[in-house]
């Protein structure tokens, strides 16, 4: 198991330097034995961008008019790749993996107005099952350009896309064009975790998905403010650690996980909070 984790101070600076002596991770409650990953965040990253262009999208497209340079800005690797998915009343990928920059801006400078529809279960499922075409070490991520709801999915439900994601390895970045505040609220807990995913879901389907995955969920309210976030999730990205462990008791289904420091001056901002486990005797 592997979980990139966002660490900073009580003063909001990212935290540097940090050993794996400094992280406790409780599987299902257990305690692990960790290793910290050297040099993961040179690791190539495999990008999937996913935009709502359907439903209540019209305005937020004219607001993420510089992703192409924003994106330039934050894959520096020569091995690193986009791919790009829209969605209304279904999804497409317009773009496949590339590292081509004048593919991904064509490609999402022909984006246009969808219907009424927003089926964002089906668009992360397609996200999901599109990384069976990026190499398995790179770094895996979607950016989620979207509502907060899903309207009109028919090939996956939102019990199907929790499992989806919790058995990824993608972090999903979240960026919700609803108006309103920049994070929306803490980590998950509760005594059962996955019925507490569920609830979340239901209030805010992109939220509950950076929850999930070890991203992060904002808000963006014109196009500055989208870039601002952009730009923040980039440096974010850029300052993680990679934690691995392997499970102590790695019984099929739903695992809690939890990331603490031990020093109690410093924060874990974003991390994984679970994973499904396969069971593998299954054909």
């Not at 990953?37 to 937020?60: N, S, W, Y």
């Not at 996980?257 to 901002?269: K, T, Y």
């Given at each position: ?10 003063s ?5 330097g ?9 599987d299902?409650?257990?305690?692990q ?17 996913v ?5 209540d999208a019209t305005r ?5 008019a ?7 800005d934050?894959?520096h ?9 829209t969605?209304?009343?279904g ?6 993996f ?43 991520m ?5 509502g907060?709801h ?9 019990s199907?896309?929790i499992?989806d ?5 993608a ?5 919700s ?5 920049g994070q ?5 807990r ?5 019925d ?5 879901m239901?209030?805010n389907?992109?939220a509950?998905?950076?929850?999930l995955t070890g991203?992060?969920f ?14 923040k999730?980039?440096?974010h990205i850029?300052?993680?650690y990679?934690?691995?462990?392997e499970?102590t ?16 001056a ?5 991390a994984r909070d679970?994973y499904?486990?396969s ?5």
């Amino acid at each position: 198991m592997s979980i990139p984790v966002l660490v900073e101070s009580t003063s909001g600076e990212t935290a540097l330097g940090l050993s794996a002596a400094d992280f406790s991770v409780r599987d299902n409650g257990i305690e692990q034995r960790i290793s910290l990953e050297k040099h993961a965040g040179a690791k190539p990253i495999a990008l999937v961008v996913v935009i709502q262009t359907g439903h209540d999208a019209t305005r937020a497209l004219e607001q993420v008019a510089r992703l192409p340079d924003l994106l330039g800005d934050l894959l520096h690797n020569p091995q690193d790749q986009i791919a790009i998915i829209t969605f209304d009343g279904g999804p497409q990928v317009i773009q496949g993996f590339t590292s081509d920059r004048e593919s991904v801006v064509t490609a999402l400078n022909s984006i246009s107005k969808g219907n009424s529809h927003a089926a964002l279960f089906d668009a992360i499922h397609m996200a999901i099952s599109y990384f069976q075409r990026a190499p398995v070490d790179d770094q895996r991520m979607i950016f989620l350009i979207s509502g907060e709801h899903d309207h009109g999915s028919v090939g996956s439900d939102m019990s199907g896309v929790i499992r989806d994601a919790s058995s990824s390895d993608a972090s999903v970045y979240s960026f919700s064009f609803r108006p309103g505040g920049g994070q929306l609220f803490g980590k998950l807990r509760s005594l059962n975790p996955l019925d507490m995913t569920t609830s979340a879901m239901r209030k805010n389907a992109s939220a509950a998905l950076a929850e999930l995955t070890g991203g992060e969920f904002f808000r963006f309210s014109g196009e500055r403010d989208f870039e601002d976030r952009v730009e923040k999730v980039a440096n974010h990205i850029q300052n993680r650690y990679t934690l691995s462990y392997e499970p102590t008791s790695p019984q099929p289904g739903f695992h809690t996980i939890q990331v603490a420091l031990r020093d109690p001056a410093m924060s874990v901002i974003s991390a994984r909070d679970g994973y499904w486990k396969s069971d593998e005797r299954t054909p």
